[in-house]
Each structure stands twice: as structure tokens, then as C-alpha cells.
């Protein structure tokens, strides 16, 4: 039994165990659920302030790229103005200079006129003529000095608006250029670019290629990287020779792809690659080179121009296909030793048909000389008995040449011919 104090009468009593941890269990439970309950609502409160935050975060940075953009924008703008500015200043200074020189011009012939006057005095009757005369000629003169200026201030304002034009044009190009090129291009050369998506792939599909810039100038000219891939036995199966060439916003004179390729292909050849690939940036707008993988051989033979973006499936292309050559490669060479393989077989069966022959004729003869010997004279016996030993010799070597010969050692060192005879 478990004794237990009210706390409002302060009288005792007692509980048995089970009713003892009943009451025990509703104090636990109800001071969990306030707990639970006080948790809940803090955690609610921090979820409502991180979103918040997050939200006024995210609100800043917008806020801050769109203050970054206007920016640029306020300073392009500036730019155009301070330009237009320039152009017109300039234009207004020139107005000045030619009307400073008409108005010296107009005092020079307003002093000759005067000078005219004085001379007419002396001779007014001569003086009436030649004064008319030039007077004449003055002011036609002053006309084409009018419809002078009036066609030199028309061409200078042509002049400027055109070059405003032009200006405004290439901010425009460049705003298209930064626009086309990927996110990926932005803060790195070419030759990186190219560099990076070669290695992300040379662990799975490039095990046995070499790929690094050419260090080697001892001809004269390098180029800018070689690929190089070798098979199992260590055959070479393909080598590329790669130049990159990219424009800059700054680059002042703008160069064509045809003005590498002479370079491209020579270095190709000296160091004795198969291919040679330009992966230009060159010629931005051209339809031709912005198709795809542009083929030039017709100008040099295996050699292609093509866009970054086609890096990896030109290297992938051009080694396809060198493996299907080697395979076909391989073919005929076994095709070639198996005919060389019969030519020997046929070689050897006629030399030892000769040597056969050669042999028998010469124990024929020995053997004829031997039998004409002793029907003439029996004295020439021991000469006739050397004779056929001679002659037996000679049998005896045709014999074991004969007992010797083999099929075994006809095809010996002989691949083709053995497994012909075996399949027989």
C-alpha cells in the first residue's frame, strides 16, 4: 500500500499498486503531452523563421542580379551616348574650321574688291570690263563653295551616323554571341574546354589513349594537342593532330578557318598523325561550319573543321572506324600467309621432284655405262664393278630420299597445309 497526501485537504490516504501507477501514468502522461505540445509549437515558430529567411535570401539575391544587370545595361547606354556625343562634337568643330575658312575667303575677296576699286579710278574705262569679268567669277566661285560645303556636311553626317550604325550592330552581335556561347565556355580558353570533356570520359571509354598538347617545335611548328590510341599489343589504331582556335571579343582582325588548315596539315604530317581536326570558334556566323563536322579533304587530305560540341564524337567517329580497318586489316593478312603458306608447299614438292628425277637419271646412266663396260671387255670389270657401285649409291640415295619423304615433313612449318591434311 502506497500512502498519498491531497494537496488541497492535506488529508492522507492510502492506494493499493495498481491504483498507485494508474495515477502515476496519468501525471506521466499528461506532462508528455504538454511537453510534446510546447516542442511542436517552438519547432513550428523556427520552420516559419527559416522560411522566412530563406524567402528574404532569395529576395536579396534576385534583387542584387537585377541591380547587376541594369548595371550593364545603364553602362552600355552610357557608352551609346558619350559616342553619339563625341560624333557630334566632332562633326560641330569641323562645321566651324570650313566656316572659318569661307569667312577668311569672303575678307580675301572683299579686299581684292577693294583693291579692284582703287584700280578703277585710275582707269575706269578699262577697269569696267575686268572688274565685271571677276566679279562674275566670284560669285560663281562663293556658289561652289556653298554646294561644296552643303555635299561635305551631307557626307560627314552620312559619315557618322553610319559608323553609330555599325557600332550599335556590334554591341548587338557580341550581346548574341555571349547569348549562343554555353555557360561552360564562359571563364575558360578552348583548348581547357576541350581538354576537361576529354578527361571526364578517357577513364571509361579512353583506357588506352594519349591525349596532351605537342611540346615537340624540332621541325619548325607545332600543333596544339594529339590523341593517340593503341590496341592490346600495342599497334597503333589511330593519331589525330588537333588545333583550337578561338575569337576573343577583343581580336580586332577577324581570321578564317582556311587560313589554319595549310598550318594543320603540315604538322600532321611531320608528326606523322593519320588525321588532322581544327575545332574552331572562327566565322561565327557561317552555316557551313555551324552544320556539323565540316570535311575539307578535298583541300587536305584527312583533315576536318568542326564546332567544340563535336569534339568527342569526331574522336569517336574517326576511331570506329579505324577499328573496322584493322579488323579488315587482319584478314588479309592471314589471307596473304595462307597463300604464302601453299607457295612453299609447292616449292618444296617440286624441288624434291627435281632432286628426285636428277638422281635417278644420274644412277640410269651409271647403271647403262656399267652394262656396256663388261659386254666389251672383261678387263674393264673392276672399272665396271665401281661403276654400279657408283650406281647403287646413287639408288640407294634416291631410295632413302624416297623412304624419307613424308607427308609430316612436306607440311612441316607449314600451318595451312597441315590443317588441310588433317581435315582430310
Not at 503531452?33 to 517552438?42: I, K, Q, T, Y
Not at 547587376?68 to 562645321?95: G, H, M, N, R, V
Not at 593532330?241 to 587560313?259: S, V
Not at 647403262?368 to 659386254?375: E, L, N, Q
Request: glycine share 2%; charged share 35%.
Amino acid at each position: 500500500m502506497n500512502e498519498i497526501i491531497c494537496p488541497h485537504c492535506k488529508k492522507a490516504f492510502k492506494i493499493d499498486e495498481a491504483g498507485y501507477g494508474d495515477i502515476l501514468k496519468q501525471v506521466r502522461d499528461h506532462e508528455f503531452e504538454g511537453a510534446l505540445h510546447e516542442r511542436l509549437e517552438v519547432a513550428e515558430k523556427d520552420k516559419a523563421t527559416a522560411i522566412q529567411l530563406a524567402q528574404e535570401k532569395i529576395k536579396n539575391e534576385l534583387q542584387a542580379e537585377s541591380a547587376k544587370k541594369d548595371a550593364q545595361i545603364a553602362q552600355l547606354a552610357a557608352s551609346k551616348q558619350s559616342l553619339a556625343a563625341e560624333l557630334q562634337a566632332k562633326q560641330e568643330s569641323e562645321l566651324q574650321t570650313i566656316k572659318a575658312r569661307k569667312d577668311a575667303e569672303i575678307a580675301q575677296l572683299q579686299a581684292r574688291l577693294a583693291s579692284i576699286e582703287t584700280e578703277k579710278k585710275l582707269a575706269l574705262t578699262e577697269a569696267i570690263n575686268k572688274i565685271e569679268k571677276e566679279r562674275d567669277q566670284l560669285a560663281n566661285d562663293l556658289k561652289t563653295r556653298d554646294t561644296e560645303k552643303q555635299l561635305l556636311e551631307t557626307s560627314l553626317k552620312e559619315k557618322f551616323e553610319s559608323e553609330l550604325r555599325s557600332k550599335d550592330e556590334m554591341i548587338a552581335y557580341y550581346k548574341d554571341m555571349k547569348a549562343k556561347l554555353s555557360t561552360k565556355m564562359v571563364g575558360e580558353t578552348l583548348e581547357q574546354h576541350c581538354e576537361i570533356e576529354f578527361e571526364k570520359l578517357r577513364a571509361t571509354a579512353f583506357t588506352r589513349a594519349e591525349f596532351g598538347k605537342d611540346n615537340d617545335s624540332s621541325t619548325g611548328s607545332k600543333g596544339d594537342y594529339i590523341y593517340r590510341e593503341t590496341d592490346e599489343a600495342g599497334n597503333e589504331i589511330i593519331s589525330i593532330m588537333f588545333e583550337m582556335k578561338n575569337e576573343g571579343d577583343e581580336t580586332a582582325t577577324k581570321k578564317k578557318n582556311d587560313d589554319f588548315l595549310r598550318e594543320l596539315d603540315k604538322d600532321r604530317t611531320e608528326k606523322q598523325c593519320e588525321y588532322g581536326v581544327l575545332v574552331s570558334l572562327l566565322e561565327a556566323d557561317s552555316e557551313l561550319y555551324n552544320t556539323g563536322i565540316v570535311d575539307v579533304s578535298h583541300k587536305y587530305k584527312k583533315v576536318y573543321v568542326i564546332r567544340p560540341q563535336f569534339f568527342i564524337p569526331m574522336i569517336t567517329l574517326l576511331r570506329n572506324a579505324a577499328l573496322n580497318s584493322m579488323q579488315y586489316k587482319s584478314e588479309l593478312a592471314l589471307v596473304k600467309s595462307q597463300n604464302v603458306d601453299v607457295t612453299n608447299f609447292e616449292e618444296q614438292l617440286n624441288d624434291f621432284r627435281d632432286s628426285f628425277g636428277r638422281n635417278y637419271r644420274l644412277a640410269s646412266e651409271k647403271f647403262k655405262t656399267a652394262i656396256d663396260s663388261i659386254d666389251k671387255s672383261i678387263i674393264q670389270l673392276q672399272k665396271t664393278k665401281d661403276n654400279l657401285i657408283r650406281s647403287e649409291d646413287n639408288l640407294r640415295i634416291a631410295n632413302n630420299k624416297a623412304d624419307e619423304l613424308s607427308v609430316k615433313k612436306l607440311t612441316r612449318e607449314n600451318p595451312t597445309m597441315q590443317q588441310k591434311f588433317s581435315d582430310l
